[in-house]
């Protein structure tokens, strides 16, 4: 059976913020609205349009949870059980989704540790990066040619090394040139160090082209994809495998970075982007610190180029070229900057747009098609600038703050709204709670569950 | 072995050596026209305009279209100074006042998300017959004498017209009210609003100041290039390159930096063995040498280290 990926992500966000969504009132009243939502979406699924379709079945399955766990789930079960929805999705993905979007989902796993390496950089560090694109070539280039068996590397005997050994050595490698950079990047800061780091994402593809005898110049190196482990080849693809394993990477890169963050490390990172005079001050070695976080930025991207290497089969100067290296930082700062949720939206962003998001627009009624299969970039490019309008902290920052929200006074936190028509909208949602409570299916709400009153 | 091609040195054959500088000149008034433009803006709004080569492309396409509608030359390049002006007034306007007070971050990511819409909407419109298209002139391409180099005459040209453009914003930002108004509200917006200068207009007029300088780089790189939705990217990252060089809220240092790096760039291509380095690596090297610099002047030759305070 293949799923559409955007119900998936409907239930994701209908179990981590349907529990939530109180001001829906009482069960009838849940209930009527999830019928209403139920023949929406029928509705939708008979005349065939698409997107709004999924739109209707994203807010039925929220409202749903809402019904069903609203009054018995505590709270703090909320996340849990979104990880867990993932969790069960993302291995059960092989079997639920298109080849294409498996493969899409691989992109969006290795670009995930991209992301959050370059979140620990500059979201958490206060770096800016835009030369992540020449860390993960580098990455990318050292799995490649020591899994190559044309003995390219005559002093490391000839031989090909197994995958998973050249993608602990893409760590090192990558590693030791972050932390090479890290020294010249301690006298930058700003616009100058985003630039000087673009020179290196510029300069990386025109020195791989150059010198040839190691990388195979412009064709670039092939490697053979590993095939899945002994034993599991009856299960799996090669695909599958591949998809399987940069998953389970990534899932592991996420919680190092994790620990590290929460750790005296990630504060001392935290500590030096506010105010190095200050960090200085309570005995933080500025110095010392900012290159640690080159250090292990760069080692994520190698351990992604290494992966992407695994992935493609093929290594080309062009693979990473430098329009993704820009969009590397797009990414975390449409997904939330200093936030590890946020890197895992921007990586998922950043294969998407592209891909989904002219069709999405497309599928809304009116909007012309021509402009929408001719002009892709002219939406991925709106969609971009209308992100950080809207949402000044990513969208990760947005849906800590909608959770964290009663749903009632989410109106009042959407940036962009004119004055006029917020009062207009806060007019319309009391009127919509004053007839809820006096309704005689309300009986509940006055003892209603937990405590968050309606806005005054 | 592969046979090492090592330009004769400078002194030996004094005509390569100064055809090199010389063209190195010619396409360094390019970089240093639009590292210009990215200057003007980071000195007015704190903004690293990514989206400035595709300004500069935006309004170069339409005047592609005049051209082809039969204007005149330089009726086409002074309607191209003034639609770039109003692009870079309207942008300011539109899509960056909003960002205005989010953090530096947010904002580069709306230029780079600008330079993909513009890009995207450019393909769209015009890029769908034949690729590149020609952009004629007005300087024609023909050969000239200059003491012991060849150069065309559109590349005099280019060099005038720069010279001309730098002239003009000096005499703006040094004799006029109107400039003296943006230098302040550069320096300091806040007093400047206090004293009674619209800092709105001056961002504005800073970002439009941009836009038209930019168009005129879009019309001049054009007839070399040809024309296509990326032509600019080439010569954005060497403008960026020389703006940062000369530092970035500099412009005198933007049009020192661009000659610097057109000719730092002619040079490495010529003078270095090709086996190792030559041609292909004078990117790389001109980059690198950009990089060194930042090390012992971190805010470039000419730029101001900001103080900060605790």
């Not at chain 1, 920052?397 to 962009?416: E, W």
Request: aromatic share 10%.
């Amino acid at each position: 059976m293949e799923m559409s990926i955007w119900l998936f992500f409907g239930l994701l966000v209908a179990c981590s913020v349907g529990v939530r969504l109180q001001p829906l009132g009482s069960v009838v009243q849940r209930a009527i609205a999830a019928a209403v939502l139920a023949v929406g979406f029928l509705v939708c699924l008979v005349l065939g349009v698409g997107f709004v379709t999924e739109l209707f079945g994203v807010l039925l399955a929220a409202v749903v949870a809402n019904l069903l766990t609203a009054d018995y789930v505590p709270q703090r079960y909320r996340i849990a059980l979104a990880v867990a929805v993932a969790v069960v999705f993302f291995l059960a993905a092989p079997w639920l989704l298109e080849n294409f979007r498996l493969f899409q989902f691989s992109r969006v796993a290795v670009w995930v540790i991209v992301a959050v390496g370059l979140n620990i950089l500059t979201g958490y560090n206060g770096q800016i990066s835009l030369g992540h694109g020449a860390f993960v070539l580098i990455g990318a280039y050292t799995s490649a040619i020591l899994m190559d068996d044309q003995s390219q590397l005559g002093f490391v005997d000839g031989a090909a090394w197994p995958f998973w050994t050249t993608i602990i050595a893409a760590a090192v490698v990558s590693g030791v040139a972050g932390f090479a950079l890290g020294f010249p990047a301690l006298r930058l800061s700003g616009p100058y160090l985003a630039i000087a780091t673009l020179a290196l994402a510029i300069s990386m593809p025109a020195i791989l082209r150059k010198y040839d005898g190691l990388t195979g110049g412009a064709q670039g190196l092939f490697v053979k994809r590993p095939p899945p482990p002994p034993g599991l080849g009856d299960v799996l693809e090669r695909d599958e495998w591949l998809y399987l394993l940069c998953v389970g990477v990534a899932i592991v890169m996420m919680l190092i970075a994790w620990g590290i963050l929460r750790g005296p490390l990630g504060r001392a990172f935290v500590a030096v982007r506010d105010s190095e005079v200050a960090a200085a001050a309570m005995g933080i070695n500025v110095a010392r610190v900012k290159i640690a976080a080159f250090t292990i930025s760069a080692l994520y991207a190698g351990v992604a180029g290494a992966l992407l290497t695994q992935l493609l089969g093929v290594m080309t100067p062009e693979s990473v070229d430098i329009v993704t290296s820009i969009n590397f930082l797009t990414a975390i700062v449409i997904g939330g900057l200093a936030s590890l949720l946020g890197a895992v939206i921007g990586a998922f962003a950043l294969v998407l747009l592209p891909s989904d998001g002219p069709d999405i627009l497309g599928e809304i009624p009116l909007f012309p098609d021509n402009f929408v299969q001719k002009a892709p970039g002219a939406i991925q490019g709106a969609l971009v600038i209308l992100v950080v309008l809207l949402m000044p902290f990513g969208v990760a920052g947005s849906y800590h703050r909608l959770i964290a929200t009663p749903a009632g006074r989410i109106i009042d936190g959407v940036k962009g709204i004119p004055a006029g028509l917020r009062s207009r909208l806060g007019q319309v949602r009391e009127d919509v709670l004053w007839a809820w409570e006096d309704s005689p299916f309300n009986r509940r709400s006055s003892e209603s569950d937990s405590g968050e009153e309606a806005d005054p | 072995m592969i046979e090492v091609f090592l330009a004769p040195a400078p002194w030996n054959d004094p005509e390569l050596f100064g055809e090199q500088v010389i063209s190195g000149l010619a396409t360094g008034s390019i970089y240093a026209l639009l590292a210009l433009g990215i200057v003007l803006i980071y000195r007015s709004t704190d903004v690293v305009n990514f989206a400035q080569g595709e300004m500069a492309m935006f309004v170069t396409f339409p005047m592609w279209s005049l051209t082809l509608a039969g204007f005149p030359p330089w009726t086409v390049i002074f309607i191209g100074i003034a639609l770039g002006f109003a692009l870079g007034g309207f942008i300011e306007r539109t899509i960056i006042r909003p960002v205005e007070d989010k953090p530096p971050l947010s904002v580069v990511v709306v230029t780079l998300g600008l330079f993909v819409f513009l890009n995207s909407i450019a393909t769209w419109i015009w890029a769908q017959g034949e690729l590149p298209k020609v952009f004629s002139t007005p300087f024609e391409f023909n050969s000239v004498d200059v003491g012991v180099a060849r150069v065309t005459t559109h590349s005099i040209g280019i060099l005038v017209a720069a010279l001309a453009i730098m002239g003009v914003l000096y005499l703006l930002f040094n004799y006029t009210k109107l400039g003296l108004g943006m230098r302040a509200t550069a320096h300091n917006p806040g007093a400047s609003r206090l004293m009674g200068i619209n800092v709105g207009r001056m961002l504005m007029l800073g970002w439009a100041l941009a836009g038209a300088v930019g168009g005129l780089v879009g019309m001049l790189v054009a007839p070399i290039t040809f024309l296509f939705p990326s032509f600019m990217l080439a010569v954005l990252l060497y403008a960026f390159a020389a703006a940062v060089f000369g530092g970035l809220d500099s412009p005198p240092g933007a049009i020192v930096g661009g000659f610097f790096v057109g000719v730092a760039e002619n040079l490495f291509g010529t003078y270095t063995p090709s086996d190792i380095l030559g041609p292909e690596m004078k990117l790389p090297l001109t980059l690198l040498l950009l990089v060194i610099v930042l090390l012992f002047r971190p805010a470039g030759l000419f730029g101001h280290v900001r103080t900060r305070r605790v």
